[in-house]
């Protein structure tokens, strides 16, 4: 048991490491792995290791994740595509269910109650695996705000519409379930709704009011997060997924409480469950499942993702302001993950029991359709976006925190070089200068939410934290590690009279600083005195004949090295941490003295042949 456990989480940790290195999706090494573990080598046997407590584990664990997923969601996303998401998670899912129902219907054979049932189960998509390929495929934020909403609202519904249709089947009035279905989904909002609205404001209380010590205010939340979903499962059967969705979008949009280290937190979490569910999930397979695949089995995959949703997303975009590419990318992003797999294998076993025809294949299909789709979108959904032309796969971009003068010579430069720059500063004259200089500007602090909500940093893929305080670059890299990766977040070196005095290092620990720009020497400080004594910022071409070593020969020690643009266009920026080894055919954009300049000026013109005299 001991071994069993421990292998659970060694495999499911080491599929995702395995997924980052060969940069493919983590779900299809989660569930190779659970099955090579389960029916195949017989290693894991979740039945026996967990016995009757399995699917309430399972239970809890998606409740985790779906919560996670809310905590991402903000309002202010949906201020151009609100009538969208609601188009998709109403009008949409219902065009999904009922074609969906109808292909496993007749191409299936499925009985008609197992088909409706399989349909239900097939309409969510999931944060567990749209969260990753947005991350990966990075397209407009548009696009990403629409699939990142739908991807967890549609979660909920989708197992509350599953819930309403087994308990129909079960108690033999199929027959009537519009009726069921109504009064269902009226108590699911109703229950889910109020349990999740209290579950946020137990833990807006507990931490406005410091009823809990710092090192508590998490487990306090997974503690109301258990509670809500678990009582709204209690008074309305699955209504406990739209509770934890509700109570993490409530947590993530209220103004009274930060709760930003509990999202870090549950990220962590989230990474361990997902691990666990999929290995496990894949882990009570059977071998003998995989006789009930077929080429009709690949021919309903083919319905789900050319038919079925570019006709659910075709009439939930019809009046919408999107452009065709925008609605042709969403009709091509449906993967399904953890809560369809979790459903189906509940379903399915409690089924089987009950001697339903038909319920064995539900969670062979379910498992079957999860491959499928994310294969299919993995590979296509990053080549689509690109042949769109609405990818920003690498944004290059430069969202740069302070607009002092020599920081917009700089930005000015990025600029001209083809590269979309942002500055940001809460000194007006700052920034109207840089806004006479051309450059995109937000006049506001760059540690405020409003922000994300002015500008959708579009093509925006690394932060310059260039401010004279060291304390603030600090903040905005903290505030910013969320949007970039932490190897695109850059400040100034702290100045001298910033160290701590009796003590080694710098006066910000390591974990709470980003990369530090240009070199150790190069402060806040010294690049104003270099501007106010005549320094420019210089963009230099390097060729076989005029190499970086020629480079750094003709324009003396104290040129600082910038920026490299490389053959094919992309921007890397020079750290103190490491040197970059720039070769023929980049660009350097660097700092250069007055005087370095024209000197190298003079030895460019002397070393330049004569022009031949014209003949008379």
């Not at 209290?198 to 109301?224: H, N």
């Not at 509700?246 to 469950?273: S, W």
């Amino acid at each position: 048991m001991l071994i069993a456990l421990s292998g659970i989480i060694v495999l499911g940790i080491f599929a995702q490491w395995l997924a980052w290195r060969l940069k493919m999706p983590s779900i299809l090494l989660l569930l190779l792995f659970g099955f090579i573990a389960g029916p195949i080598t017989g290693f894991i046997d979740p039945d026996r290791i967990f016995g009757e407590s399995f699917f309430p584990f399972v239970s809890l664990s998606v409740a985790i994740i779906l919560f996670e997923g809310g905590l991402s969601l903000k309002f202010f996303d949906l201020k151009a595509t609100g009538s969208v998401v609601h188009r998709l998670i109403s009008l949409g899912a219902l065009v999904s269910w009922a074609l969906g129902t109808g292909a496993a219907y007749y191409i299936l054979g499925l009985d008609f109650q197992m088909a409706a049932l399989l349909g239900a189960i097939l309409i969510v998509t999931g944060p567990t695996v749209i969260g990753p390929l947005l991350s990966h495929v990075r397209p407009t934020a548009k696009v990403a705000s629409i699939l990142r909403w739908e991807g967890i609202l549609i979660d909920p519904i989708g197992a509350v519409l599953a819930v309403l249709i087994y308990e129909a089947i079960l108690g033999g009035h199929f027959h009537e379930f519009s009726t069921v279905a109504l009064i269902g989904i009226a108590r699911t909002l109703m229950i889910g709704g109020f349990a999740g609205l209290a579950g946020a404001v137990i833990v807006v209380l507990f931490l406005r009011y410091y009823w809990v010590p710092d090192f508590l205010q998490s487990p306090m939340t997974i503690l109301s997060l258990i509670l809500a979903f678990t009582v709204s499962n209690l008074l309305q059967s699955e209504s406990g997924l739209l509770a934890v969705t509700v109570m993490g979008v409530a947590l993530a949009n209220q103004n009274y409480v930060t709760v930003k280290h509990i999202i870090e937190f549950k990220e962590n979490l989230r990474v361990l469950l997902i691990a666990a569910l999929f290995i496990l999930l894949a882990a009570r397979l059977e071998l003998s499942d995989l006789r009930h695949l077929s080429f009709a089995s690949f021919f309903f995959l083919f319905l789900l993702i050319f038919i079925v949703r570019p006709l659910s997303v075709l009439v939930s975009t019809v009046f919408s302001d999107l452009d065709w590419k925008e609605k042709l990318f969403v009709a091509f992003v449906a993967p399904r993950g953890i809560v369809a797999a979790a459903v189906a294998s509940v379903f399915s076993l409690r089924m089987v029991d009950a001697g339903f025809t038909g319920a064995e294949e539900l969670a062979a299909m379910t498992f079957f359709v999860i491959t499928g789709t994310v294969i299919f979108y993995g590979i296509g959904a990053p080549i689509i976006a690109r042949r769109l032309n609405i990818s920003q796969s690498n944004p290059q971009g430069l969202l740069i925190a302070g607009a002092y003068p020599w920081a917009i010579e700089v930005a000015k430069a990025v600029k001209e070089a083809g590269f979309k720059v942002l500055v940001a500063d809460t000194n007006w004259n700052n920034i109207n200068a840089a806004r006479m200089n051309g450059l995109a500007t937000y006049y506001g602090s760059v540690l405020s939410e409003a922000i994300f909500q002015e500008h959708e940093l579009e093509g925006v893929g690394r932060l310059l934290a260039m401010t004279p305080n060291s304390g603030v670059n600090s903040l905005a890299v903290l505030h910013f590690n969320e949007m970039f990766e932490t190897s695109d977040l850059y400040q100034l070196h702290p100045q001298k009279e910033e160290k701590i005095a009796g003590q080694k290092g710098e006066a910000v620990s390591k974990h709470l600083h980003g990369r530090f720009l240009f070199g150790k020497d190069v402060t806040f400080t010294s690049l104003t005195h270099r501007h106010y004594s005549g320094a420019v910022v210089k963009k230099t071409r390097l060729t076989d004949k005029f190499g970086y070593e020629a480079f750094l020969k003709r324009y003396g020690p104290t040129v600082i090295p910038l920026f490299l643009i490389s053959e094919d266009n992309r921007l890397s920026i020079f750290t103190s941490e490491k040197r970059l080894e720039p070769v023929a055919g980049e660009t350097i954009l660097s700092l250069v003295d007055s005087e370095a300049e024209k000197k190298a000026e003079q030895e460019a013109r002397a070393e330049k042949p004569p022009a031949p005299e014209k003949a008379h």
